[in-house]
């Protein structure tokens, strides 16, 4: 496991509101700070940037690396992955910290549109982004699939979106799947065994949980260290897949499939 720094200049923990139900990051701030990151030409990176000097070429690199292969949103890559688990036809989805909400709505365009999605994040940024960003994307087919292309939709008039705390919905189990994508991070251990019980609470008998943290690798940590000022507002960890898988397990779910992509782990569990 490997924590993320230095902190982002500017970084303020004073700001953080009650980290223990809503991660040890300034959301408000990661989020406009992101939107931007994904909104700046990849030459313009080094723009005002204070940073050491030896440490331009490495941003200046890696965002073109970033911006030439969609590495951050990945989406072909996380429809391969996506496709691989067991999910029923037309799930009904629940996203925690679902931002703009596009791993539900690669879920749909993979098994069916046709059940419920209910989206929760707090934070007006992210409700910002679910709004503004693009209605639909096609993206590759997984292999193996009778189609070559999947029409990715968001569908923002059947879905509800809940601008609230995670902890402060109570849990109904009627859901097939849920998604946590880049949370579980940002909690210290004992956050995180309470967040994934609260997330279990959501889900039928036999539901699915899928799960999804950055990947310790050495491209990974350079990314975060690359871009820290941009990224690092707050508490977030790196984990290897089996560390992950570690902690999903010692707060009791049943592990079905572990998955990996370049920047990711993902653990689906019941």
Request: no cysteine; proline share 7%.
């Amino acid at each position: 496991m490997w924590v993320t720094r230095p902190l982002a200049r500017g970084f303020d923990p004073d700001r953080i509101k009650d980290p223990e139900r809503s991660g040890a990051v300034d959301w408000a701030l990661f989020n406009a700070n992101f939107e931007r990151f994904l909104n700046t030409p990849w030459w313009r990176v080094n723009q005002g940037h204070r940073g050491p000097a030896w440490l331009r070429p490495l941003r200046l690199g890696m965002a073109y690396a970033q911006k030439r292969r969609d590495a951050v949103h990945d989406f072909a890559g996380k429809a391969a992955a996506l496709s691989r688990l067991r999910v029923p036809p037309d799930p009904s989805v629940v996203f925690f910290g679902a931002e703009a909400g596009w791993e539900a709505a690669i879920l749909q365009a993979l098994f069916g549109a046709g059940g419920e999605v209910v989206l929760i994040d707090e934070d007006p940024a992210a409700h910002d982004r679910f709004l503004r960003a693009p209605v639909s994307v096609r993206v590759r087919a997984p292999r193996g699939s009778s189609r070559r292309e999947l029409l990715v939709q968001r569908d923002l008039h059947r879905w509800r979106y809940l601008r609230q705390n995670f902890f402060d919905v109570a849990p109904e189990p009627r859901f097939d799947v849920g998604i946590d994508w880049g949370l579980i991070e940002h909690f210290p251990d004992p956050g995180k065994a309470k967040l994934i019980a609260h997330f279990r609470k959501f889900l039928k008998p036999g539901g699915l949980q899928i799960s999804s943290s950055p990947r310790d690798r050495l491209a990974v940590r350079l990314f975060y260290r690359a871009f820290a000022d941009e990224l690092n507002t707050g508490y977030r960890e790196l984990m290897t897949l089996p560390e992950l898988s570690e902690r999903i397990e010692r707060a009791g779910g049943v592990i079905e499939d572990r998955l990996t992509l370049p920047a990711h782990n993902i653990v689906a569990y019941r």
